[in-house]
C-alpha cells in the first residue's frame, strides 16, 4: 500500500476511523463529510487507484457488503433507497460510497441541473460521537449475539 494515500492510511489504522466492517480484503468506514447520517465509505485494503482496476472477486465482496449495509441501513433509518457508487474524485483509491437516500437529489448528476456554474461546497465535518453511535448501529448485524 502507498505510504502517502489516505485510504491506505486508514486501512493499515494510521488514521483514526469509525469502522464499520473489516476483513482481509475489504475496509468499511463512515465519511466524516456524509451527504447523510451513515453515509459509508467501502475500501479494498490493497490499494487500487480505480475500481476497474480491482480483481473482479474483490470488486463483487465489495458489492455484497453495500448490499449488506444497504439493508441495514433502510432498518436504521427507514429510507427506500440507498445508493452504491464508485468514485474516485477525492482520493485515488478505488471507494464506494454507501448512502441512506432521504431525497431523490441526495445522490445526482449534474447532468439533471438546469442551471450551471453552480457553487458546491464540503458537507460539515460530522461530530465524531454521532459517528461513533451510528458506526455501533451498522455494526450490529456483524457482532456476535451475546
Do not use: N
Request: hydrophobic fraction near 45%; proline fraction near 8%.
Amino acid at each position: 500500500m502507498p505510504d502517502d494515500c489516505l485510504f491506505c492510511r486508514i486501512a493499515r489504522r494510521e488514521i483514526p476511523a469509525h469502522v464499520v466492517h473489516e476483513d482481509d480484503e475489504l475496509f468499511a468506514f463512515l465519511d466524516i463529510r456524509p451527504v447523510r447520517p451513515g453515509h459509508v465509505l467501502i475500501i479494498p485494503r490493497e490499494h487500487y487507484a480505480y475500481f476497474e482496476d480491482m480483481p473482479a472477486g474483490i470488486a463483487a465482496r465489495s458489492l455484497a457488503l453495500g448490499q449488506r449495509l444497504a439493508r441495514r441501513m433502510k432498518q436504521l433509518y427507514g429510507v427506500q433507497r440507498v445508493a452504491f457508487a464508485y468514485t474516485g474524485i477525492h482520493v485515488a483509491h478505488a471507494h464506494a460510497h454507501v448512502i441512506p437516500m432521504h431525497h431523490p437529489q441526495d445522490v445526482t448528476s449534474t447532468q439533471y441541473i438546469a442551471q450551471r456554474d453552480l457553487d458546491f461546497v464540503m458537507p460539515p465535518q460530522a461530530d465524531a460521537g454521532e459517528l461513533a453511535d451510528i458506526a455501533q448501529a451498522l455494526r450490529a448485524d456483524e457482532e456476535p449475539a451475546a
